[in-house]
């Protein structure tokens, strides 16, 4: 779709506000009751996906241009999808997180963009990433010596992809090594597209540049067809999502998997069992792109209609995302599996989560609301009394590992698999 094709979807925002805020009936304090950081940090109506309905139509109409305070607001969204799930627990005909992508897209493809997001983009048509600095031919390091199969060689079942931000972030490195290990371990036949392998440039979706999505993803498509695999497990949320969701629209058709859902089977069928008891207090934190973006992609193909001039509707029925189908019991059934691990909830979890800050590219782009999202989450974790925050995602993990909450006060960030590796 384009801007203008969100008209009448803008026109049915009744401007509630719901968008802002976790559904009431899922509030628990009104110190952790808002759902948007945007609007959370800015506390600016056309923040919201609210205001972005307004802006989109003002756009749209010509009553407003794009100056450069408006392009600021426009890629401020930190495409988490929050103001998505709370606005459809009233609404069936609204797509707030549609029109706020539609809205970057509009302003990218007219050229309003970030700075920060001309380098990325520069980025990801040299070195096939979006991270900055990152060369192409540093990509695999990780993977060296672990005998991975390579996909543009040899045939395996399963295509691991471990994502940019393990590949090149050396912190996160490990853990990319661990996780192919893991399913090498299991007896898993393992492969990856090695020196092929570039960018799943999800998170270019996410900051509106659709057409460098599109291309990228079709090469990797095409990659992933001729090496015939029938799963691929990746430990990148992000990645995840990308597969699951925005690939699937482009005619990729293989099982898709998160690794925490591919260990969740290897442990119901054996092939890993935990030997140590951890003792220690744990709270998960749910990825954005994991958790209420990760409903697979339902196929669909119809045209807006009313019933009686009046009330809307969708013929034929239009697939409703509205997070409640997100990937939120595999990480926590791992979890209840492992020896000594006891775990604690915060208030807002699984479709209602609270974002880490690194969406949309915002850890890149706007740091201050990146920064101040990831404390609050921090700040959210400690009120559980847990010893350590645990999370599926590198961008979660990176954004959130070292953030202080507004006591000033910080606590570890675990990937999930490194509990895993420890219990084992």
């Not at 963009?113 to 192409?136: D, H, N």
Request: a neutral charge; hydrophobic letters at 35%; glycine letters at 8%.
């Amino acid at each position: 779709m384009a801007l203008d094709d969100m008209r009448p979807i803008q026109e049915r925002c009744s401007n509630c506000s719901f968008c802002k805020w976790i559904p009431f009936d899922k509030q628990q304090s009104l110190r952790f009751a808002v759902a948007c950081p945007s609007i959370g940090y800015y506390s600016w109506n056309t923040n919201s996906a609210r205001g972005r309905m307004q802006m989109g139509r003002a756009l749209s109409a010509g009553d407003i241009g794009y100056t450069e305070k408006a392009v600021e607001i426009i890629h401020s969204c930190l495409s988490c999808g929050a103001c998505d799930v709370s606005c459809k627990i009233c609404r069936y005909n609204m797509e707030p997180l549609e029109n706020n992508m539609e809205l970057k897209a509009d302003a990218v493809s007219k050229g309003h963009i970030l700075p920060v997001q001309a380098e990325m983009m520069e980025s990801l048509k040299a070195e096939k990433t979006l991270i900055r600095g990152a060369k192409k031919a540093d990509r695999t390091a990780w993977a060296k010596g672990l005998g991975i199969k390579d996909l543009t060689k040899e045939h395996a079942d399963v295509m691991f992809f471990a994502g940019c931000k393990y590949s090149y972030d050396e912190k996160l490195q490990p853990l990319a090594r661990e996780a192919a290990k893991l399913l090498l371990d299991a007896g898993t036949d393992l492969g990856f597209l090695a020196e092929a392998e570039m960018c799943c440039s999800g998170r270019a979706w996410q900051m509106g540049f659709f057409g460098e999505f599109k291309a990228h993803a079709e090469n990797n498509i095409a990659l992933i067809k001729k090496a015939g695999v029938k799963t691929i497990v990746t430990p990148c949320s992000d990645c995840y999502h990308a597969f699951k969701r925005l690939y699937a629209q482009l005619g990729l058709d293989v099982e898709v998997l998160h690794i925490v859902e591919f260990v969740e089977r290897l442990i119901n069928e054996g092939k890993i069992k935990f030997t140590k008891s951890l003792d220690i207090k744990v709270t998960y934190h749910d990825p954005c792109h994991l958790g209420r973006q990760g409903e697979p992609y339902v196929p669909w193909s119809g045209k807006e209609k009313k019933i009686r001039n009046q009330i809307h509707t969708w013929d034929p029925p239009r697939p409703r995302y509205n997070g409640a189908y997100g990937i939120y019991d595999a990480p926590r059934n791992i979890l209840k599996a492992i020896p000594g691990v006891e775990l604690v909830e915060m208030e807002r979890i699984k479709e209602y989560a609270w974002c880490c800050g690194a969406g949309g590219g915002c850890s890149e782009t706007d740091k201050k609301l990146s920064e101040w999202t990831a404390s609050e989450r921090i700040t959210e974790a400690n009120t559980t009394g847990a010893d350590v925050l645990v999370t599926a995602c590198p961008w979660c993990k990176s954004n959130l590992s070292g953030a202080c909450g507004e006591d000033g006060k910080s606590i570890e960030v675990a990937d999930l698999l490194e509990l895993v590796r420890k219990a084992m």
